[in-house]
């Protein structure tokens, strides 16, 4: 269905593309539209492949992975909708077909990830610790690699053993994991605020935290809404404090004087 150098191309494209995003992130924004234009490139057909991105791309809007959460990675599910859109011609529909649930799997690829990750994690900490400031890159390095490897790996064997296997694999995940990789992704994001709020000024500033639990809490305000005050108070408080400093500034300038 794939010959040698499309398989080989798209592989090695994602592998790149993967690296980057947790590196560099040369391409952060409307991911799956631009997969779908290399990978459409790739196979041949680069208007399918701008119109199967395209509409993955709408179904991840406003769709972030905040705070340790795990989302479906439209990335993937644009390039297998698109490889096997272009090899069937069955058009947009069956690049939607196969691509959602490939999608999907991108939530279960990114929890397995993530706990792998603190291996990694362990390694470069204990490395910093001893200032062995080498092997800690090293190691950071690495979790780049093994990321951007796991999350290939369903790609090339859709374009290798075909499309079937990956959404029955989907499909036919045991329950006692699904409910695992739920309770990991469930214990996630509250990692990932714990994570943030020890390097946030919170001693300082966590009135406001209680402020933006109430609005969302008790008085079911939307997180736009909650965003924008969140926004208002932080330019006050900038505002305030770029005064004092410039108070502070003359005052020292007349001492000097």
Excluded at 35 to 62: A, H, P, R, S
Excluded at 126 to 140: F, Q, T
Aim: proline letters at 2%.
């Amino acid at each position: 269905m794939f010959t040698f150098m499309q398989i080989l191309l798209v592989s090695v494209f994602l592998y790149f593309m993967f690296f980057i995003r947790y590196s560099v992130q040369l391409i952060a924004y409307g991911e799956a539209v631009f997969y779908g234009f290399i990978v459409g490139l790739i196979m041949g057909d680069v208007k399918l492949g701008l119109y199967i991105g395209g509409q993955l791309c709408l179904m991840g809007l406003g769709v972030v992975a905040m705070g340790g959460s795990s989302v479906p990675d439209y990335a993937i599910g644009t390039t297998v909708g698109v490889v096997f859109a272009v090899a069937t011609g069955g058009g947009i529909e069956a690049g939607l077909l196969v691509g959602i649930p490939v999608a999907t799997l991108g939530v279960y690829l990114d929890i397995f990830v993530t706990m792998i990750f603190s291996f990694f994690l362990h390694k470069a900490q204990a490395c910093s610790e001893k200032a062995n400031w080498k092997g800690m890159n090293m190691w950071i390095w690495a979790s780049n690699w093994v990321y951007a490897a796991v999350l290939v790996a369903p790609v090339f064997l859709a374009m290798t053993i075909g499309s079937k296997v990956i959404v029955d694999l989907v499909n036919n995940m045991p329950s006692w994991l699904i409910e695992g990789l739920s309770v990991a992704a469930g214990m996630l994001p509250a990692v990932g605020f714990a994570i943030l709020l020890r390097f946030m000024p919170v001693k300082k500033y966590g009135v406001f935290v209680i402020f933006g639990f109430v609005l969302a809490a008790y008085l079911g305000m939307e997180m736009l809404a909650i965003a924008m005050l969140a926004f208002v108070c932080a330019f006050m408080i900038y505002k305030g404090l770029e005064e004092k400093s410039n108070v502070v500034l003359v005052g020292g300038g007349n001492d000097d004087e």
